[in-house]
């Protein structure tokens, strides 16, 4: 047999091949062949089988050859495909697919056939060449896997968690339903490199504190998310393993190598830190309210000494003046002298009465959260003053290190300055807008009011120690916001183009200079 155009064409026995292999070797070798090869008339009739047919089918040559090639045939392939298969090679051209054959012994077999027309010199069709294998086991392992596969997605789909594939790039390669349902929430197109961020933040302050070495695996690590529109934050406990990938590719079948992913598996636990939420709020705002007052006392000492230390000071001066003009026995400089001593004890004694600010050790300060709580601490304010919170805060921020109390303290005096601002007499735009966003290396927090604002000749002086633009009220004002800021390496500033209302910006680095 040679080939020709594409097609067989019968040799014979005592020709050689078109490569020079005499007919009768190339016969030999087909019969060695571990492929199942028939040769058929025109009709299908078996005029030559190898011995591998014989061990796919359970024919024997003696008893296969010269009948019809449809002994095979199961009557569970459909009529159709037959027809498909007789219409092609009787037109000259090779037929390729996968039939349902019988053995001998009646068991059925899943055949990969390609039936090939062999011609004759004439360039006329004079037989068929067929050949195929049973690939009944092959099939049965593609369904497993097929099988395996769409279970394995059901089962990830029905998850009540969180589950997403991600490759070295936070790329998403796979996902269920629970993660789409989140990206539907967040109104964001992938929140797993979001979620990633923050996570690796926590293994690098974990790794940095002895706690947790930072490697590509975690488990439990609990992230909070912010979504916008002023819906209630959303908290969810994450884990990450590592998914080793080989490579399929033909020149790595020795070589060996692969692609490495990362499963994320993120269960949400909001309902759980919300009943926990109740309680710390309810804690905090105990300990604010104490805060408060001993602010308030704070506050209202440190102006009472500050302002007599004024006249105390000036009377010393006087006093100083009239000892060297009438000397120090002069009995005007003696009584005014025995005033100043008992003013300096009145002062001595109101400093020692000044409640001490309370240490606050270092940690780990989420911006929203504290935010958040300011806003909830003022929510009696603001519903009594009438006033519309817009809160705009970016998903989720990096953690800063610092003080909470502290940085929740500062942010709740701006949102009090805020509402008493809008809280005039005859003042109707009353709109508060709080917006976060992260920046390089700092997160900025922006608060606006529709209040008067401040006029441009204030807008430092209000940073000055003891200064207020209200009256009959001596307090710190925002110089304690400000020193706040400042202990973290941050800033505070009004926005000097702001039109109308007030405009505050506070930028706070993420890492806490020293």
């Known amino acids: 047999m040679n080939k020709r155009d594409g097609k067989t064409v019968v040799a014979d026995a005592t020709e050689v091949t078109s490569a020079g292999i005499p007919a009768a070797l190339f016969q030999h070798t087909v019969n060695q062949a571990d492929i199942a090869i028939s040769i058929t008339d025109t009709q299908g009739n078996i005029l030559y089988v190898n011995p591998a047919f014989t061990r796919v089918t359970g024919y024997g040559a003696e008893e296969a050859i010269g009948r019809n090639e449809s002994m095979l045939s199961d009557k569970i392939t459909p009529p159709a495909l037959y027809q498909s298969l007789w219409q092609k090679i009787t037109s000259g051209e090779s037929w390729s697919g996968r039939l349902i054959n019988r053995r001998r012994d009646s068991s059925r077999y899943l055949a990969e056939v390609n039936i090939s027309p062999v011609v004759n010199a004439a360039g006329e069709v004079h037989n068929y060449l067929g050949m195929h294998r049973d690939v009944t086991a092959m099939h049965r392992l593609e369904c497993q896997v097929k099988n395996q596969k769409t279970l394995l997605e059901s089962v990830i789909d029905a998850a009540p968690v969180v589950i997403a594939l991600l490759d070295v790039d936070d790329r998403v390669v796979l996902d269920n339903h629970e993660y789409k349902k989140l990206q539907a ?86 309902r759980l830190r919300t009943q926990q939420e109740r309680v710390r709020f309810a804690d905090l705002q105990a300990a604010m309210a104490e805060e408060d007052r001993a602010s308030a006392l ?161 807008q430092l002086k209000v940073f000055e120690p003891f200064y207020s633009t209200k009256r009959r009220h001596l307090g710190t004002g925002l110089a304690a916001a400000q020193q706040v800021a400042a202990d973290h390496g941050g800033t505070i500033e009004i926005d000097p183009v702001k039109a109308a209302g007030c405009r505050l910006r506070v930028v706070l680095p993420v890492k806490r200079r020293p």
């Open 298 to 458: 704070r506050e209202s000492l440190s102006a009472a000494t500050f302002r007599l230390e004024g006249p105390v000071n000036m009377m010393a001066s006087v006093v100083g003046m009239l000892a060297r003009r009438s000397g120090e026995t002069d009995p005007m400089v003696l009584a005014l002298s025995d005033a100043i001593g008992v003013g300096q004890q009145a002062l001595t004694e109101l400093r020692a009465m000044i409640p001490a600010e309370t240490r606050e050790p270092d940690g780990s300060a989420n911006v929203n959260e504290l935010l958040r709580d300011a806003l909830d601490l003022a929510t009696g304010r603001l519903l009594a003053a009438g006033v519309r919170v817009t809160w705009k805060p970016q998903a989720m921020l990096p953690a800063l290190h610092g003080q909470p109390n502290k940085l929740r303290s500062l942010f709740k005096a701006l949102v009090d300055n805020a509402i008493e601002a809008m809280s005039g007499r005859g003042w109707r735009e009353r709109e508060l807008s709080v917006i976060t966003r992260a920046r390089l290396g700092s997160v900025e927090v922006v608060i606006e009011d529709s209040g008067p604002g401040i006029p441009s000749a204030l």
């Open 185 to 270: 929430d967040l109104d964001m197109a992938e929140p797993a490199p979001m979620l990633m961020s923050a996570i690796r933040a926590d293994l690098e302050v974990e790794a940095v504190a002895g706690r947790r070495s930072s490697g590509y695996e975690f488990i439990d690590l609990e992230v909070r998310i912010d979504p916008p529109g002023g819906k209630p934050p959303r908290w969810f406990s994450c884990s990450g393993s590592r998914v080793r990938e080989d490579d399929g590719e033909a020149d790595a079948f020795f070589a060996g190598g692969g692609r490495d992913y990362l499963l994320l598996v993120a269960m949400e636990i909001t």
